[in-house]
């Protein structure tokens, strides 16, 4: 779809201190494998998976990246992302500067991005020439639905703890609950964490363990109450109940 590479140099009058200043505009289709950094910019640059996937490493740690995600490297910030061995990405960066931009300063790198992005996305890459403001609509697009959902963060968190509440006895992962709720994972994970004082896990691991406790009471087997709150080995069963509560279910069965 791309061609190797694309670059576009945005000039705009630097006279005044703007907003936001787009500086250049770019994309690629890269390689397998293909590296960049570790490196560090003077300025914000955005870049937008279009298709195929890669790994971002920032301070915040490692990312999986996949079309429709966008990343965000800041100004100073150490990163390497490199393209994925068997589907290597196809992205568009938009570079950046302005008094605003540090509204770009938050405390995850990755987020999904709309769809009405990607084709403005596509449409400068088939334009010789367009207008800076184009650019500083996208970014103002970016801000808007980037944080427009912010305050929300919390509410969404409630309704990840109640569907575990409901669905604890089954396969469920840190990824597909990020998948399923909207959020890039190590923000997830560091979201749920923040508002419930332990992980995803910890947490899955502790409504397990309290049905466990009710089921046991109720005079059910060991073995039939593993299954029941999710654990196809009785015996990682019985291991994870005695360090939640310090005693076998064996012994809590004959309390």
Not at 8 to 26: A, N, R
Not at 30 to 40: E, L, V
Not at 240 to 247: E, P, T, V
């Amino acid at each position: 779809m791309l061609g190797e590479i694309f670059l576009k140099e945005l000039f705009i009058d630097k006279s005044e201190s703007q907003d936001l200043s787009p500086i250049f505009f770019g994309a690629q289709a890269c390689a397998k494998n293909h590296s960049f950094g570790p490196h560090t910019r003077n300025y914000y640059i955005i870049h937008f998976c279009l298709r195929g996937c890669g790994k971002l490493r920032d301070k915040f740690g490692e990312h999986n990246i996949s079309a429709g995600q966008l990343f965000i490297i800041r100004p100073n910030e150490i990163t390497t992302y490199t393209a994925d061995s068997v589907t290597p990405w196809e992205y568009v960066w938009l570079a950046f500067e302005g008094k605003i931009a540090n509204v770009f300063d938050t405390d995850s790198s990755v987020y999904p991005y709309p769809k009405e992005i990607e084709q403005t996305l596509l449409g400068l890459l088939k334009k010789e020439e367009s207008s800076p403001n184009i650019y500083i609509s996208i970014l103002y697009q970016l801000i808007y639905s980037i944080f427009s959902n912010k305050s929300d963060d919390g509410d969404v968190i409630s309704k990840v703890v109640q569907y575990i509440n409901f669905n604890y006895m089954t396969e469920i992962t840190v990824k597909n609950l990020a998948l399923q709720f909207g959020f890039e994972q190590s923000y997830f994970y560091r979201l749920f964490k923040k508002k419930t004082k332990m992980s995803i896990k910890e947490y899955i691991i502790k409504t397990r363990m309290e049905q466990a406790k009710k089921l046991l009471s109720l005079g059910y087997s060991v073995s039939t109450t593993a299954f029941a709150v999710g654990y196809a080995d009785p015996f990682n069963f019985s291991k994870s109940y005695k360090k939640c509560f310090g005693i076998t279910p064996i012994s809590q069965k004959n309390k």
